[in-house]
């Protein structure tokens, strides 16, 4: 009686079981409608929680991203590593790759559709730059070795801590200065025997002529690190005629007759030049300033207050231009200080009187160079980064970054010159730029001269934020 009892329930079992594999089976043969299989049969995409991250929609290194506007792409902010892939075309590297390099460079990994042609490098790190180490101190140059296209300027580096002293020298060359961090006291002796000394603080100027000496040293507690800027792109640091390096190389003797002294005074003199070295702690300007009957004050300013200066205020961000118009003793070099809000644009336009030497401070940015007969290049600056863009050459700035971009444009003139694209437009007959660039689309010709409808300028544009 139990077996009897026993069979019948495996048999109840056996039967359960297999109605619930004909179940399965069954519900396994009919489609859900919102299953992943189901919407891949109907063409639907996958909602996400069913697909993994899809980067080829958002990446634009990747072969299947689109983009006919040639939009900029901050590599650096966003993390990605660059691909020379570009609207359907291009390929994977294969062979060494540099990742850091190509993803501070993204447009020359990946250049815009627009570039064309071959231009020579415009671009230099002073990152790649050679530093000369010295006690408190270190210099940097970027010079037309490094960058050969760098003809008409020559840019320096250099970095003073507390009481630290760029020693007495001159230069062949005009030099001009420019405080990016800290304090810095500067001396000189002007044409006529006047001195002048001057402490100055970060977006400060000074500006020496050829041939005028002069000194730096190192301010506050973290002393000062600034750029200077020479009036010859062939320049170099180990060029400069210093106080120390010329006595080591006269004999004693006429240095006695030249200071009315006897020779042994001078038995200990440096050896050779000391260039940057750890000096005294400087007094204040008037505790330090030289007196007597045949001292005079230089009657010429040397220095100017950059930062200072009102703003012009655009769309898109500030510009500050300091030119002998407002620092008079600058008769070589000219420069713009301009910041640049994301995504703002240095609008296009060119300089007519020199090259522009630009020097990145802060930010990321990138600029296409116009050089005629098609050519054209793009290329991507960071801060301490410097670029070239040959006169009369259109280029435009862009910030890419998520801050600002603050960056200092410098030529070899007097006087700081641009010609606006927008405004060359507005104020040219408007049949003439209509029929140059919209004969076939009236619409759009229509919206355009609109636009350039009485043009205002707006060095640093927004963009179509700013309308």
């Given at each position: 009686m139990a077996q009897s009892s026993t069979r019948a329930?495996?048999?109840?079992?056996?039967?359960?079981?297999?109605?619930?594999?004909?179940?399965?089976?069954?519900?396994?043969?009919?489609?859900?409608?919102?299953?992943?299989?189901q919407r891949l049969l109907d063409g639907k995409p996958l909602p996400s929680k069913y697909r993994t991250r899809n980067v080829s929609a958002t990446n634009p290194y990747t072969p299947s991203y689109r983009d006919p506007y040639d939009t900029a792409v901050d590599s650096?902010?966003?993390?990605?590593?660059?691909?020379?892939?570009?609207?359907?075309?291009?390929?994977?590297?294969?062979?060494?790759?540099?990742?850091?390099?190509?993803?501070?460079?993204?447009?020359?990994?990946?250049?815009?559709?627009?570039?064309?042609?071959?231009?020579?490098?415009?671009r230099w790190s002073f990152a790649d730059s050679h530093i000369r180490i010295e006690e408190g101190g270190w210099t940097r140059q970027t010079t037309v070795r490094e960058l050969p296209t760098s003809v008409e300027l020559a840019g320096v580096n250099m970095r003073l801590e507390k009481g630290v002293i760029r020693e007495l020298h001159w230069h062949k060359e005009a030099e001009w200065g420019y405080v990016l961090e800290g304090n810095v006291r500067v001396t000189a002796l002007d044409?006529?025997?006047?001195?002048?000394?001057?402490?100055?603080?970060?977006?400060?100027?000074?500006?020496?002529?050829?041939?005028?000496?002069?000194?730096?040293?190192?301010l506050g507690e973290n002393g000062t690190e600034f750029l200077l800027i020479f009036d010859d792109g062939s320049f170099s640091e180990e060029s400069t005629f210093l106080l120390t390096d010329w006595l080591a190389h006269t004999p004693k003797s006429v240095i006695a007759k030249?200071?009315?002294?006897?020779?042994?005074?001078?038995?200990?003199?440096?050896?050779?030049e000391k260039y940057i070295f750890q000096g005294?702690?400087?007094?204040?300007?008037?505790?330090?300033?030289?007196?007597?009957?045949?001292?005079?004050?230089?009657?010429?300013?040397?220095?100017?207050?950059?930062?200072a200066q009102d703003p012009k205020i655009t769309s898109g961000g500030q510009v500050r231009i300091?030119?002998?118009?407002?620092?008079?003793?600058?008769?070589?070099?000219?420069?713009?200080?301009?910041?640049?809000?994301?995504?703002?644009?240095?609008?296009?336009?060119?300089?007519?009187?020199?090259?522009?030497?630009?020097?990145?401070?802060s930010g990321r940015a990138r600029v296409t160079v116009f050089a005629a007969e098609g050519n054209a290049r793009t290329f991507n600056y960071l801060p301490g980064d410097v670029g070239i863009v040959p006169r009369n050459m259109g280029h435009f700035v862009e910030n890419?970054?998520?801050?600002?971009?603050?960056?200092?444009?410098?030529?070899?003139?007097?006087?700081?010159?641009?010609?606006?694209?927008?405004?060359?437009l507005g104020e040219t007959p408007q049949r003439q730029v209509a029929d140059t660039l919209f004969s076939d689309d009236e619409a759009a010709r229509q919206k355009f001269l609109d636009a350039i409808n009485n043009p205002k300028r707006d060095e640093v544009s927004k963009g179509p934020e700013a309308q």
């Open positions: 329930t495996f048999s109840k079992m056996r039967f359960t079981g297999s109605l619930l594999a004909l179940g399965i089976a069954l519900a396994s043969a009919i489609p859900l409608q919102d299953s992943p299989r650096v902010g966003e993390g990605l590593d660059p691909l020379p892939f570009r609207n359907g075309k291009g390929a994977t590297v294969l062979g060494p790759w540099n990742k850091d390099r190509s993803r501070q460079d993204p447009d020359l990994v990946r250049p815009p559709s627009t570039d064309h042609g071959n231009l020579p490098s415009l044409y006529e025997g006047g001195n002048f000394i001057d402490d100055l603080e970060k977006g400060d100027l000074w500006y020496f002529p050829s041939g005028i000496p002069h000194s730096l040293q190192g030249n200071f009315h002294l006897a020779p042994e005074i001078f038995a200990h003199l440096p050896e050779k005294s702690q400087p007094g204040s300007i008037d505790q330090e300033r030289p007196e007597g009957s045949n001292v005079k004050k230089s009657k010429y300013q040397f220095t100017h207050k950059m930062l300091t030119d002998s118009k407002n620092f008079p003793v600058s008769k070589t070099v000219a420069a713009a200080h301009l910041i640049i809000e994301p995504g703002a644009l240095r609008e296009m336009h060119w300089h007519p009187n020199a090259d522009e030497w630009s020097f990145f401070i890419i970054g998520d801050e600002p971009l603050v960056m200092l444009e410098i030529f070899r003139a007097d006087e700081f010159r641009d010609i606006s694209l927008f405004q060359w």
